[in-house]
């Protein structure tokens, strides 16, 4: 991480030559990474992101980088976004049921429940703090689910530069909402009305007792008001937040470069 936003670009003769030698070029390869990205490889949008940094002035080690992303992908071609059906679709074609990859923290009754509920919605929310040192503004990784699969996934950087992970952590769960309140709205106008709060999973315990309690407190005044519009929405029953383990919180990927067992 440190190396690719230490190295030096090259030169403009030396680009032309290292993308002749390699045969391809850097802004083609981040284009076609970014379709991937956006069609259904949420796992890649940090990746992406990071390395969409360097499309005007990259270095050897951005391509490097680049064609690490095309072998990740390679050994991962059959790997997508699953969805849960209620029933089964009789009128579909007979193949191969997806093999999913399981870990065995995740809690099986929590699975069961999800696939009972495949109509109800569920985020989950993330944040690494000042992790790029060219500007410091904490990444927010954001994941909406629904029947299993996400619908809405964002890799971002914040507008503004955190104090403490605590306030990182806080701002990503108030974009988080906007996009639940966002998806719960149009899931309203087809017929598919969220009753209950939907849940947002958060793993930061400050940021969990910030959205409960109910008003800006004297160590958060010096934040924007317009971030506590996250409390009003739970004073509200829209948006249920609950803890997560950093270890089960699938949007954590979408924050930083994770080992390959995560």
Not at 222 to 236: A, E, N, P, S, V
């Amino acid at each position: 991480h440190k190396k690719l936003e230490s190295a030096d670009p090259l030169a403009t003769r030396e680009l032309s030559k290292l993308q002749e030698d390699l045969g391809f070029s850097y802004r083609q390869a981040i284009g076609e990474l970014i379709y991937a990205m956006v069609t259904c490889r949420p796992d890649i949008s940090f990746a992406v992101t990071k390395l969409a940094q360097y499309s005007e002035k990259p270095a050897k080690i951005h391509f490097e980088a680049v064609q690490n992303v095309y072998s990740y992908l390679l050994a991962t071609k059959n790997d997508g976004i699953i969805y849960w059906r209620r029933r089964p679709r009789l009128d579909l074609p007979d193949g191969d049921m997806p093999k999913l990859k399981r870990d065995s923290t995740y809690d099986e009754s929590d699975i069961k429940q999800r696939q009972q509920t495949p109509d109800e919605l569920y985020t989950a929310v993330d944040s690494d703090h000042a992790s790029d040192s060219t500007h410091r503004r904490s990444v927010s990784g954001i994941c909406i689910k629904l029947a299993g699969g996400v619908i809405l996934y964002k890799s971002l950087f914040q507008k503004s530069v955190s104090l403490s992970t605590t306030e990182a952590e806080f701002y990503a769960a108030v974009a988080a909402g906007k996009y639940i309140l966002y998806i719960r709205s149009i899931m309203s106008e087809i017929g598919m009305e969220q009753y209950e709060a939907t849940t947002l999973y958060e793993d930061n315990q400050g940021a969990l007792l910030m959205g409960q309690a109910q008003k800006p407190t004297r160590r958060t005044r010096h934040m924007d008001t317009k971030y506590f519009g996250l409390q009003d929405w739970i004073k509200r029953d829209l948006i249920i937040m609950k803890r997560i383990n950093t270890g089960d919180n699938y949007s954590d990927a979408m924050t930083k470069a994770l080992g390959t067992t995560l």
